[in-house]
């Protein structure tokens, strides 16, 4: 509890990105990008479709590696590590930062196999502490009493909402710090929408998380923070509630009440 | 104008039903064919099969059509022993080859691995008995026997032999089991592999884990092509196995199998002795078949459980 509300006064920072460009070979898709994401806060972001937004998210657990034309330069701290240093373990990183992407993508497997295979990976291999990690990460996202009973059937046999609920399941299940979401919401109906944003409201008391996503409201509902890109650079980040009552740039009160973008 | 459409129409309802009748046509010839060689061979086979005893038969051991003993067992089992033995050296070196290509070499150079792998299998398959019977019957007389002459000092080969066939085959089976196993991991949706890579997996496990299981369709669909080239092949094989048609006690020894036999006895063959050889093609059939069903279970067990 004191720890608690010690926080609530001053978080800590979790990422802190400082002058960070980004190339696809030549065609420069970040421009000096400067940003603090807060420990166990909201953060959105928005910006028009092409802004660099998946771009800047995909850094953060470095899934640009897989695009070899990717060049980027600056620096990405993650709890103090530079996330580029030579002593980075890519592996490390990717377990404490998990990501949600936008098309439901749970493995062709059963839905028990889709939740173990993070923790397997990296070294459970005790049968029972397993299985209560299914079930707890399920359990976590809301999914248990929808599946619980179907745990050995295919995932591709859920809803797509629930793929999705799935997916998050699979990434709480290796117990990460913070989640990256690139518009985790937008393949999927208003009903599942609204579970997954209640799920994300349970979940920011433990994680950090960072979404992006095209829904002004949604980022209304559930962020603390707000970030508007534009072209590739970082326009301002305040707390939620400011950007989108007072935004201080005349660009982003242009974009929040759709004038563009 | 109202002439002149239905006009058109007539012609090509004409064009479409002379096409109809031509597929339909080429469907019964195929269909018909296949009844009618299946006919025949059960036709000619049968008689023998009745002369010398069904079991006897397929459980003799001593097949020496000089003297009318008509056993069929150590047949099957040389082709037996070669397909497994191929399979068992194929399987795991054209998946590991498929993974290389799809997931670790560089685009470009791929390109041209793959291309390489496919003039493998324009290779005519007597140029590969050549092959073998020149470079592989020597090299398992005198590199690989002296390896097993370590623990087990007898051991004695000619270099003909079940090995020699089942190198021969391996690479014979390679082409087929290379591309498709390559396509069906190139095809895996990339999402799967960046799931993976994000929850922390390394380059193997994913391999391992995700796309090879989500490849297995395509991947079992090469293995069973494999095999059936690999038992359907003749010529390569019956340069390089020794033909002599006694039970190997392993897989040094020299054997014969059911299509070679065929192959080389068709020809001198008397009456009775032909009807012998062509029971023998009704052995490779029902092999052939069973292999298939077995193949197709293990699929659909498989794809149900995904
Ligand atoms: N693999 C790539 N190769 C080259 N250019 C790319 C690549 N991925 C993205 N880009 C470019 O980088 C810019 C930013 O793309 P990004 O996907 O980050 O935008 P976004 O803000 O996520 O857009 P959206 O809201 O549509 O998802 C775009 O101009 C895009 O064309
Ligand atoms: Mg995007």
Redesign the pocket.
Known sequence: MGNNSNAAMRPETQFEIRDLDLF??K?Q?LHHVDMDILKNRVTALI?P????????IRTLNRMNDL?P?VKITGSVKFDGTDIFGRDCDVIALRKKVGMVFQKPNPFPKTVYENIVYGPRIHGEKNKRKLDELVEMSLKQVALWDEVKDRLHKPALGLSGGQQQRLCIARCLAVEPEVILMD?PTSALDPVATLKIEELMSSLRERYTIVI?T?NMQQAGRISDFTSF?LN?EVIETDHTDAIFSNPSNSKTEEYITGRFG | MKASISEKRGRRSIRETAIERILFLAGITATISVALITIFIFGSGIPALLDSGFVNFLVGTNWSPANGSYGTLPLTAGTMAVTLTALVLGIPTGIACAVFLSEILHRKAARVFKFAIELLAGIPSVVYGFFGLIVVVPAVRTYILPLVRLWDPDAHTTGLSILSGAIILAVMILPTIVSLSENAISSVPAEYREASLALGANKRQTITGVLIPAARSGILASIILGMGRAIGETMAILLITGNVAVLPKSLLDPVATLTGTIAMEMSYASASHQQALFAVGIILFIIIMLLNAVAQGVSKRMGVNQ
């Open positions: 696809y070979d065609f898709a910006g479709s092409g802004c660099g937004k998946s771009t800047f695009i034309i518009e992006v095209h890109f590739g």
